[in-house]
């Protein structure tokens, strides 16, 4: 499975928050598909946007509602250096 993020350009994150969003979302995505081999890629683009390949509709909704979870836990896993 492969996992695109994609952030608005507009959108203003600390530094090292991609790199540290891209690590925490892997984390929770091989919990709870240990089955599935997965690919993480977060970068800034022209819009937000997730695209799940390789998987089905229902892994796509499980997907986004696992990064819906940890960007809004982000004050947990995220402290800016």
Do not use: C
Not at 45 to 55: D, F, I, K, R, Y
Not at 74 to 79: G, L, V
Request: hydrophobic content about 40%; charged content about 25%.
């Amino acid at each position: 499975m492969r996992v695109e993020v994609t952030i608005a350009r507009t959108t203003q994150l600390p530094a090292g928050a991609i790199d540290a969003l891209t690590q925490e979302l892997s984390k929770r995505i091989d919990r709870a598909f240990p089955e599935m081999d997965h690919h993480i890629s977060v970068r800034y683009a022209g819009a937000n946007n997730l695209t799940v390949m390789g998987s089905g509709k229902e892994t796509k909704d499980r997907v986004s509602e696992i990064l819906q979870e940890t960007w809004e836990s982000a004050d947990d896993w995220f402290s800016a250096s």
